[in-house]
């Protein structure tokens, strides 16, 4: 504000510089000419010695004047120069020029002929007159010139003898009193108008830098993410586009993803989980020195662009980049840290426009941390086939229900010391123009895409009601497999409900299978769902259990019901297989579980499990899952093999 306001007044000034100096030629002409004529025309050649001095001052001060009127015009009239210094040169010569007159005329009042003085006087006024046009734009000079040039001489003439001269005198004042009224009203007018005319421009000069602002503003609301000031997903598009389109020197486009970011913004918080976003930015803004081709992609993910073509020498970029990312972070207190996993596409080698470069980085990205999180991978072509088939898995996947492709398939867990079957496990199959898809294959995918909520809800209902139909004796159980994400979401209890209102099992004959995984996750809130769970008379089990994290004390906490050995300690229980499970066994004891033991293919492998005391086999050795529809065809069987020895696993396991 005070910067516009001073250059307003400075606009000002240099507008009466330009008024006062733009009519100076015609004034000193005019004033030279008169000087000359009044003191040479009527007494030439003897002209008196002090009109003479006079006019020899009056000249040089005109001579003056010239040379900086010149000089204005010349070197200043078209530079941002200092309209108060200017304004003030011209006035004090004017001035000057004015108190010259006075003097001359107060002089040729008391010396002259009538004629002379009547001349002088005429000429004197109107050069008087005239001076208001041509001094408007200063007012005290404007008012000074006139007074100055007519009031003493006409009261020179007005105190002298001569009745003709104190005519003229009288006349002389009231002229002055005229002309000073008109030079200030015009000084008036002109001031005021310069002022309208400034004003204005600077109107048009603010409105103008408004402007500019808000054009910054809707730059940076457009272009820049707000939390990271990267460039967003458009900007960084359209720069992208620009680099493929115009620039044929080969780079790499780096895809970076946060690892651990989102267990961080989900335990701490989102102020936690901003600050480690705006810190990743600075740190790649440092180590990509202020490169400007750096975007937060959305929400942890960000995409770089290297100007290198060596795929090795990418490589060791990023993984300096990984290290540099991953250093610990200290907020609020704490130190937290995330790492980073970076997937790669080179251009032109594999991809040449800006969609297909980031899908790829996206895609070695997202296998790389399949593989190994916090490291680096370069896309290649098998990526693309992978991805391709996961696609079109997962587009397949969401029609699968409604095209009755999927069925669940039942294996028996039995007994392990009467080898009577107890329960049996829903396990989900999936065939789609008679093709199998194993469920390693597709249960991530429908995690992935959130379709396993929709799937888990098919696979709950399913198997409840065909529960319902098993034709035996004894209650047997059924384990349904249940994905930590179908835990996490608030509606699943709501869904096993129906499951069993449907289907009108009792709840206790259900046994809900989860992955150790979940004790990586939110386990408070997990926890308070399979506590509902519980309190309903569901039982739980710990499925793959040593394969994962298990936490023992959420497991007592949760009173987890039963646990079920992985696979691949039955495989190894010679070696330290053995002392694993002897060791679960232990532990099962105290915490109160039941164990079953997975996988089970060989009689040598049944001994042993047999002698740890495990309560539970399931595996080929018995039975491989077998169709809905024969369930009841191989319990009469195993019925009529067995002793009805009557170790229920429903029952027991209150
Ligand atoms: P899981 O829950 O550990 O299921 C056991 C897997 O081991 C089954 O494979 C089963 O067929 C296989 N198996 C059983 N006995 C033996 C044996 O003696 N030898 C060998 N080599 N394998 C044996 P499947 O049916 O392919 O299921 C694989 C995984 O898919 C399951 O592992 C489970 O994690 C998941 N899954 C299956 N159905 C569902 C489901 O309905 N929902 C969810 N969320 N996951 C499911
Ligand atoms: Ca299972
Ligand atoms: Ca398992």
């Not at 507008?15 to 030439?44: E, H, K, M, W």
């Not at 000249?59 to 304004?87: H, M």
Request: one cysteine or more; charged letters at 20%; a negative charge.
């Amino acid at each position: 504000m005070t910067n516009t306001t001073s250059k307003f007044d400075k606009d000002m000034d240099r507008d009466a510089a330009i008024l006062l100096y733009g009519n100076a030629f015609a004034g000193l002409f005019i004033t030279f000419i008169t000087s000359t004529f009044l003191v040479f025309a009527f007494t030439y050649p003897s002209v008196e010695h002090f009109t003479l001095d006079w006019w020899f001052v009056m000249t040089f001060v005109l001579l003056v004047r010239l040379v900086d009127v010149a000089w204005w015009k010349i070197k200043l009239q078209n530079t941002e120069f200092d309209g108060k210094r200017s304004v003030l040169f011209f006035v004090t010569g004017a001035n000057i020029t004015a108190v010259l007159w006075a003097i001359y005329l107060v002089h040729s009042t008391t010396m002259n002929e009538d004629i002379e003085v009547a001349t002088t006087i005429i000429a004197i006024a109107s050069m008087a007159g005239g001076s208001v046009a041509v001094l408007t734009a200063h007012k005290f000079t404007v008012m000074f010139y006139p007074l100055i040039l007519l009031l003493p001489g006409s009261i020179s003439l007005l105190l002298s003898d001569k009745y003709n001269f104190q005519l003229l005198g009288v006349l002389g004042i009231s002229f002055t009193l005229v002309i000073i009224v008109i030079a200030r009203k015009s000084a008036d007018f002109t001031r005021h108008t310069l002022f309208l005319k400034n004003q204005n421009a600077n109107l048009i000069l603010r409105m103008e830098e408004k402007v500019k602002q808000r054009t910054q503003k809707i730059y940076k609301l457009s272009n820049l993410d707000p939390l990271t000031h990267l460039y967003n997903r458009t900007a960084f598009l359209n720069q992208l586009k620009q680099l493929t389109t115009t620039n044929s020197s080969p780079f790499a486009l780096l895809f970076i993803d946060l690892d651990g970011f989102k267990k961080i913004n989900d335990s701490i918080g989102h102020k936690a989980g901003d600050e480690i976003l705006r810190k990743t930015a600075e740190r790649l803004k440092v180590f990509m020195l202020n490169s400007p081709l750096l975007c937060r992609w959305g929400g942890d993910e960000f995409l770089v662009i290297f100007e290198e073509h060596n795929p090795e020498l990418i490589v060791k970029n990023a993984k300096q980049l990984i290290d540099v990312l991953s250093q610990p972070i200290a907020i609020e207190n704490s130190i937290l840290s995330v790492g980073a996993t970076i997937g790669v596409a080179l251009y032109p080698q594999q991809a040449n426009t800006e969609e297909r470069l980031i899908q790829f980085a996206d895609m070695a990205m997202y296998y790389q941390k399949k593989q190994m999180r916090s490291t680096v991978g370069i896309f290649s072509e098998q990526m693309e086939k992978l991805y391709s088939y996961e696609l079109h898995l997962k587009n397949g996947l969401s029609k699968a229900i409604e095209m009755q492709q999927l069925r669940l398939v039942y294996q028996p867990i039995l007994s392990a010391q009467g080898l009577n079957v107890v329960s049996f496990e829903a396990l989900l199959r999936w065939q789609i123009d008679g093709e199998n898809i194993p469920p390693d294959n597709f249960i991530g995918i429908a995690e992935q895409y959130g379709l396993i909520h929709e799937v888990g809800a098919w696979v709950l209902q399913t198997a409840c009601a065909q529960a319902t139909q098993w034709q035996s004796e004894q209650s047997l159980a059924i384990c349904v497999n249940v994905s930590v994400i179908q835990l996490q979401d608030a509606g699943f209890i709501n869904i096993v409900k129906d499951a069993l209102n449907n289907s009108k099992l009792v709840p206790e004959r259900l046994y809900i299978e989860i992955t150790e995984s979940v004790f990586a996750s939110d386990i408070v809130f997990i926890e308070e769902q399979i506590k509902q769970l519980q309190t309903m008379g569901i039982k739980v089990s710990i499925d793959d259990f040593g394969s994962g994290y298990s936490s023992l004390s959420v497991m007592q906490n949760l009173a987890v019901n039963m646990v079920k050995i992985d696979k691949s300690f039955v495989d190894n229980i010679d070696c330290h297989g053995g002392a694993i499970i002897s060791a679960v066994m232990h532990i099962a004891a105290t915490l109160g579980f039941l164990v079953v033991a997975e996988g089970v293919e060989t009689e040598a492998q049944a001994d042993a499990l047999l002698k740890l005391g495990v309560h539970y086999v399931q595996g080929y050795k018995y039975s491989k899952p077998i169709e809905s529809k024969q369930v009841n065809d191989y319990l009469k069987s195993n019925f009529n093999l067995l002793s009805t020895d009557s170790n229920k696993i429903a029952n027991s396991t209150e």
